[in-house]
């Protein structure tokens, strides 16, 4: 069922990302010829109107196939007559089809993606990757309508020796501000000690009813973040009890939390790209399609939420992939046409090519690593 549940993950999101692709192409009135889900071999396909839609071999992947989108016409097929002198020199025989290069037709210019201003060709590929985000911000709000799961500020465990201790905590005191700011999740507890650097802090709980306040000196702390870095901080020495709630909100809070959650995760992602450029992270951490379809089934069973959650965050993760100035990638288009606009000349053809092998290559040496890590970690490493 997993793989199931990866080809329903990546269909959508595949989807999502090519009609964006799509719709702003066909705002700017540029021919689509193709509309496919997946790469590769065709299995079904039809034409509607002007463009053919198609499902293709391998689900890893789509594309939106553009009129004039190579930067020029391929050419046309003619016919030429028999000769001994044409056939001699390598024309085609009689009743053969060639692709001559020939000059667009002014109705033709005006559906060709190439002819279309720098900005136009910005829009149509800037799209993809923005509709990516704002799947993922509307499934978010989406989610914060259904109800979201946080830990409460009960405590569950007050360390001995710790400033909380000696100022007089006790265990199942639920804080309820920190310097006469009201705190409701246990990641704000954290966080409202961190902002202290130090300084004393008054802390509210209630307890069995009573409203108590303790002044506590935060001690420094190294601990670890989200990348395994160690950094320095402060604490107060009180472990949460781990009960969780779930918040329900309405629709117009609901889009505020939803696009602050959106923002995070795609803060989140970006420094993921850069702590892997650092190495910090490191390369084994990759994960592949297999990762993909395991992540997937398993966010299923846990339920609708967990498993749009799950697609969220994926749909920012190849919304800011393919934003990376990489050739072969949405983002190194752009870096040729914001070039165009700033330079007021095309990145020349063969720079162009030679950039899209370099680009290919290092994008099939990423897939191969996911691959191999995905191997490892689910098969190799298990045996």
């Not at 964006?20 to 496919?36: D, I, R």
């Not at 071999?41 to 939106?64: D, M, N, Q, R």
Request: aromatic share 10%.
């Amino acid at each position: 069922m997993m793989i199931v549940y990866a080809v329903i993950v990546l269909g959508v999101l595949i989807f999502v990302h090519e009609f964006g692709h799509f719709l702003v192409a066909k705002l700017f009135n540029v021919k689509v010829e193709k509309f496919s889900l997946g790469f590769g071999p065709k299995l079904v396909g039809k034409k509607i109107g002007e463009t053919e839609y198609l499902v293709s071999a391998f689900p890893l992947g789509g594309y939106v196939k553009m009129f004039g989108e190579g930067g020029f016409i391929e050419g046309a097929e003619s016919h030429h007559p028999a000769s001994e002198e044409g056939e001699e020199n390598g024309a085609a025989p009689a009743g053969e089809a060639v692709a001559v290069p020939r000059e667009l037709t002014a109705e033709e210019k005006s559906r060709s993606f190439a002819h279309k201003p720098p900005l136009a060709r910005i829009a149509i590929v800037m799209a993809g990757p923005a509709f990516n985000l704002v799947f993922a911000w509307l499934a978010f709000i989406v989610l914060c309508m259904l109800g979201v799961p946080s830990i409460t500020t009960k405590i569950g465990e007050v360390l001995k020796d710790k400033p909380a201790a000696k100022a007089g905590v006790q265990k199942n005191d639920v804080i309820t501000a920190i310097n006469g700011k009201g705190i409701a999740h246990w990641e704000e507890v954290a966080e409202a000690i961190a902002a202290t650097k130090g300084q004393p802090v008054v802390v509210a709980v209630k307890r069995n009813g009573a409203d108590l306040q303790f002044t506590i000196v935060p001690e420094p702390r190294i601990s670890k973040n989200l990348f395994g870095e160690k950094v320095n901080g402060f604490a107060i020495g009180v472990a949460s009890a781990g009960e969780v709630v779930t918040e329900h909100f309405g629709p117009i809070e609901a889009i505020g939390k939803g696009t602050v959650q959106t923002g995070k995760v795609i803060e989140i992602t970006v420094m993921s790209l850069v702590k892997l450029a650092q190495r910090v992270v490191p390369l084994d951490s990759l994960g592949g399609p297999i990762m993909i379809a395991k992540m997937a089934g398993e966010t299923a069973q846990a339920g609708g939420s967990s498993f749009l959650a799950f697609m969220a965050l994926l749909s920012v993760n190849l919304g800011v992939l393919n934003l990376l100035p990489v050739p072969v990638l949405d983002g190194g288009h752009l870096f040729f046409f914001f070039w165009e606009l700033i330079f007021r000349r095309p990145v020349s053809q063969k720079a162009r090519e030679y950039a899209q092998q370099v680009g290919l290559m290092l994008l099939l040496g990423l897939m191969i690593l996911a691959f191999y890590n995905d191997i490892i970690r689910y098969f190799v490493g298990q045996g």
